[in-house]
């Protein structure tokens, strides 16, 4: 919560720039004990007072009597508190309550002391291929570049790496770029530039998606893999296509080398099955030996990242095929062939930490795991429930009469009933993977939904009960 309050923080002091107000007013704007506190002089200008008054909602009263300087008859007008300090500067509190949002020129700064939740980690993406003012730098470090920004004064690089921290990655002039180099994880981020103060995506990159301003967000995978095919350096061209893409044979397109073709992408840790096409003919990785039957008798290549996952099932030994399937592979009925022994079927698989339901298919027929007691849906969409690296446990104290207690958050896209909880000698428990950032739950007891008994943390909902938080470091 403190991160997201110094975040606002640093976003609301560059709002000095947008407004041209000057910088050694260090305590110009603060946010403490969830108020924002406006610390303004009675020397501004028309224009800035007026670009104040539209940014924070100032009324005519107050605006009045900064312009005279008068504030005998003033106490409070609308949600603010006015005050005057010893040294002639004018405070203006006002509280922090739900969500709200203030506009400062191009600047949208929300002001809710709560942030939304981290998108869900990219499993896979790959970069434009023309995209060359983002590279890799010899000591590990990504260097981003732009040109863009010629003539401003100061260039700040943003994005999900750094929180959005407006004031954190200034980057350098050098000639006609700036530029900054940092420490990225393999995925995916997603980047701005603040140029004087306001906010740009990167024109030069092709690869954005929409943020929640009416705007884009540039996008930038740093990669950790790639495929590449030697040889057939005859052909037109070459595509790949596999599980990570649902088998689209148009999306990823390799470019030529010296000795063949080759594509860096960024991959999660998990299992894909993959194949290159060549001038339209598909065809396994030559130089990859873990090739794979699926269910219809065709030949994938193979790839795995982390650790492995045994998946089993006991008896069915005499049916002539087993099919895994799950959300982690788009409940593929064909793909992943389990393996027969003497007891049962079985199959390796890589899933990185995370919640994931699965079915096996018995010669056409899907069936729940008979070896493992957590499930989730309802009737006829029933899945067996599996949790990798579990890194936080809910609790729920009582309730010890009720037949089943759910758990249903913006972890699992707020599925109804949500997950099974197990019951314990005080309450419920269930031990869940949680990726970094917020996450909102709540419990469901008999179809209701309500808060967390021992969380105060929350937040309001569009229904009007609200939703506990969660934070994860």
Known sequence: M???????????????????INAQYESFITIDNNEITLKIRSEMSEAQLQSLSESFQLDSAVQQAIRSNNYSDLSKSGDWKVSVGNDGVVVLVKPLEGKSFIKVGPLMVETSWTSPSPPPPASFGFNH???????????????????????ANQVYLSGTFNNWSTMDLAMEKKGDFWEVALILEPGKHLYKFIADGNWEHDSDNRLK?????????????????????LGFTEARRVFLAGTFNSWDDRQCELERTPDGWALPVYLREGTYGYKFIVDGNWMVDPHNPDVREDAFGNENSIVSFGPIHRFHLEGFTDANQVVLSGNFNNWSPNEFLMHPTSEGWYIDYVLPPGQYEYKFVVEGKWIIDPGNPLQTGEGDYINSLLFIEPNYTFYLTGYLDEEVVYLTGSFNNWAFPGYPMIRDYEGWILPVHLAKGKHLYKFVIRNEHFLDPDNPLWEPNEWGTGNSIIWID
């Open 209 to 229: 998606e929409e943020d929640e301003f009416d705007g884009f967000n540039s996008v930038y995978f740093r990669t950790n893999f790639l495929f590449e095919l």
């Open 2 to 20: 403190k991160n997201k309050l110094f975040r606002l923080l640093s976003l609301l002091i560059l709002i000095h720039t947008a407004m041209g």
């Open 129 to 151: 291929p023309k995209l060359d003012h983002i590279y890799e730098l010899e000591d590990g470090r990504t260097l981003f570049r732009t040109d863009r920004f010629r003539r």
